[in-house]
């Protein structure tokens, strides 16, 4: 098991936006299927995205035209973009990776996380 650093997370109004980042430093990084989870307190966790080996991305609705995932794999990294922020983002999000394909949204698929990083949302 590898841990994944994220960073990035901060405390912003609505509307704001933030990007974050997320270091991965796994052999064959560009084979992983990544994903950025969140968990508000007294919620379950939900993926927001993922994005496949092959750049293919999803999101849950509640974010999409709002969230942008990417990767860097030359570099081994992973980015949200989060744009349009809403008091209901608020929560902590944690990247993950799953040596799989194609991609899932399920937690347990995925071997390797982050610590997470905090996003507050204030209207």
């Known amino acids: 098991q590898v841990q994944l650093q994220e960073s990035g997370g901060g405390s912003v109004q609505a509307g704001g936006s933030l990007r974050l980042s997320c270091a991965v430093p796994?052999?064959?990084?560009?084979?992983?299927?990544m994903a950025w989870f969140r968990q508000a307190p007294g919620k379950e966790r939900e993926a927001v995205a993922t994005i496949d080996r092959d750049g293919s991305t999803r999101y849950t609705d509640s974010v999409k035209g709002r969230f942008t995932i990417s990767r860097d794999n030359a570099k081994n990294f992973l980015y949200l973009e989060m744009n349009s922020l809403k008091p209901e983002d608020t929560a902590m999000y944690s990247c993950?990776?799953?040596?799989?394909?194609?991609?899932?949204?399920?937690?347990?698929?995925?071997?390797?996380w982050g610590q997470g990083t905090q996003v507050t949302v204030s209207s």
């Open positions: 993950a990776a799953a040596f799989r394909w194609p991609c899932t949204m399920v937690p347990g698929a995925f071997g390797h």
């Open positions: 796994l052999v064959g990084y560009s084979n992983y299927c």
